[in-house]
């Protein structure tokens, strides 16, 4: 029976190496010289510092524009608030989102079954795996996925006949 798996995982190596770019150009821009703007990552965190929150806020517009040069989407990103941190500095920190959480599975399990086609969706762990008898259906059902859940980065993986 033809299937695939909805996932929402994001590639660390490309996350890592927009981080490691960001850095690289913080190094190189005039406008970051003699501040204390900084950016590193620590298993799923990204932290930003800087000497004043438009700094932050022009780091983390370096910080996406390296992910979308390295087709990494943004929506992985959960964003705290600016925060004062030691020194007279501050900081914000992403949390780097890994996985559906249940409530992302059932609503992708609902549109599937609202659909009225004739498919299974099945919460496996932190992704959906649908299955059905034709393999146009399963084409049908990834579109529906893609116009209706904007807010999740969702990719498609395992597709079998």
Same mark, same amino acid.
């Given at each position: 029976?033809?299937?695939?798996?909805?996932?929402?995982?994001? /590639?660390?190596?490309e996350?890592?190496?927009?981080v490691?770019?960001?850095? @690289? $150009?913080?190094?190189? &821009? #005039?406008d970051? +010289? %003699?501040?204390?703007a900084?950016?590193?990552?620590?298993?799923?965190e990204?932290?930003?510092?800087?000497?004043a929150?438009?700094?932050? /806020?022009?780091?983390?517009?370096?910080?996406?524009?390296?992910?979308?040069? @390295? $087709?990494?989407d943004? &929506? #992985?990103?959960? +964003? %705290?608030?600016?925060?004062?941190?030691?020194?007279?500095?501050?900081?914000l920190?992403f949390e780097v989102?890994?996985?559906?959480?249940?409530?992302?599975?059932?609503r992708?399990?609902?549109?599937?079954?609202d659909?009225k086609?004739?498919?299974?969706?099945?919460?496996?762990?932190?992704?959906?795996?649908?299955?059905?008898?034709k393999?146009?259906?399963?084409?049908?059902?990834?579109?529906?996925?893609?116009?209706?859940?904007?807010?999740?980065p969702?990719?498609?993986?395992?597709?079998?006949?």
């Open positions: 029976m033809p299937s695939f798996d909805v996932a929402s995982s994001p /590639n660390m190596v996350i890592n190496n927009a490691t770019n960001t850095i @690289r $150009n913080i190094g190189l &821009r #005039f970051f +010289k %003699g501040t204390s900084a950016a590193q990552i620590e298993g799923h990204i932290t930003l510092t800087g000497d929150p438009f700094q932050i /806020n022009q780091l983390e517009d370096v910080l996406l524009h390296k992910m979308a040069k @390295r $087709n990494v943004a &929506r #992985f990103l959960k +964003k %705290g608030k600016v925060a004062p941190a030691a020194g007279g500095t501050f900081k920190v989102k890994n996985g559906m959480t249940a409530e992302e599975g059932k992708v399990q609902k549109v599937i079954k659909s086609l004739k498919l299974q969706a099945a919460i496996q762990g932190d992704q959906v795996r649908v299955s059905g008898a393999k146009d259906d399963l084409v049908a059902a990834m579109r529906l996925l893609r116009e209706q859940i904007t807010d999740l969702i990719a498609f993986e395992n597709l079998r006949d």
